[in-house]
């Protein structure tokens, strides 16, 4: 069991990333959450086993059709134990 949070720069909000990030998180098995950020910026929390936390890391390079992702910057944090996936409200 891994954990990753990451950070992702770019049109990466009003594109629907949450929503479809909380989709690819639940196919591939992985738990956590993602929100957005006042800046503008997309941040989530993956954890679960690391092909599937990688798969998503992967994901989130591109994420949705209508994004266009810029960076995505990442850090490894110490597994909490998490269960499902959900979408955050924006961080004030």
Do not use: K, Y
């Amino acid at each position: 069991m891994i954990r990753t949070r990451v950070i992702v720069s770019g049109l990466v909000q009003g594109v629907f990333f949450r929503d479809s990030c909380r989709l690819v998180a639940e196919q591939h098995g992985v738990n956590g959450w993602v929100r957005n950020l006042p800046d503008g910026t997309v941040e989530a929390v993956f954890e679960g086993p690391p092909a599937a936390v990688a798969q998503l890391l992967g994901w989130s390079h591109h994420g949705p059709e209508s994004a266009v992702v810029e960076h995505v910057s990442r850090h490894e944090e110490t597994p909490e134990g998490l269960t499902g996936f959900e979408v955050r409200p924006t961080a004030r």
